[in-house]
């Protein structure tokens, strides 16, 4: 069975700075999708962005990109220019190519932004 | 084009009755999928629904159990609550049942049972 590990419970940033959420996971399968998602104190889980694992590139949504280690299995989440609206709770998720879409969560992370 | 909504918001209920949790999936969408997010923890998949079947199932109990309607929109029922079901409950639409499409979470219903 696939597993999602978020090692930071709680990160904090200054705004207008950088910071990097870490993710790794656990598969024997070699297709796969890989998401960071935001979920504010409104609940609803939104998808900051996504990776498919068959391409080497790493994806960037504007002020959001990822580093994507395939080898190593790790899945880091890049905020540049955090604004005050960033503060979530933030999850990996992981989703295999086949069978039911079915996503596999990490525990979380806080993100919280000191103006 | 309207998101996926979910009903009630919140409820109470007491160790060993029953509910109904409501899943209205986006329009266009054929499959829905719930997940049971415990407080301080990250959602866990209990099924998924895709042309009114059931298509894959996370490990829980059978007391879990679902529909899908004819319009796509899907019911999660809960037999015997226990106090351990009390969590945020998402569901999330998507089209087609596997593969590259992306899903659409609901706002969650919070149940809490006493």
């Known amino acids: 069975a696939q597993t999602v590990t978020q090692s930071q419970p709680e990160m904090s940033v200054q705004e207008a700075e950088t910071v990097t959420l870490s993710c790794t996971y656990d598969t024997s399968e070699s297709d796969y999708y890989l998401f960071w998602y935001k979920q504010p104190p409104s609940r609803q889980m939104i998808l900051v962005i996504r990776q498919e694992a068959y391409k080497q590139q790493n994806a960037t949504e504007n002020r959001f990109s990822v580093n994507f280690q395939k080898a190593a299995k790790s899945f880091s989440l890049k905020i540049s220019d955090s604004q005050l609206g960033d503060a979530a709770m933030y999850f990996c998720?992981?989703?295999?190519?086949?069978?039911?879409?079915?996503?596999?969560f990490g525990q979380g992370t806080r993100l919280t932004i000191n103006p | 084009e309207t998101g996926v909504t979910q009903s009630p918001t919140h409820l109470i209920k007491t160790r060993g009755q029953q509910v109904t949790l409501r899943c209205s999936s986006q329009?266009?969408?054929?499959?829905v999928s719930w997940y049971q997010q415990a407080l301080g923890q990250g959602p866990q998949f209990i099924f998924q629904?895709?042309?009114?079947?059931?298509?894959g199932r996370g490990n829980f109990p059978p007391r879990f159990s679902g529909l899908q309607f004819p319009n796509y929109s899907s019911e999660l029922n809960v037999n015997a609550l226990e106090l351990d079901d009390s969590a945020l409950y998402l569901c999330?639409?998507?089209?087609?049942?596997?593969?590259?499409?992306?899903?659409?979470f609901g706002p969650g219903t919070r149940l809490t049972v006493t």
């Open positions: 998720a992981y989703r295999s190519e086949l069978g039911a879409q079915k996503l596999v």
């Open positions: 629904y895709y042309r009114e079947e059931e298509n």
């Open positions: 999330a639409s998507s089209l087609g049942g596997q593969g590259r499409e992306e899903q659409y």
């Open positions: 329009s266009g969408h054929n499959t």
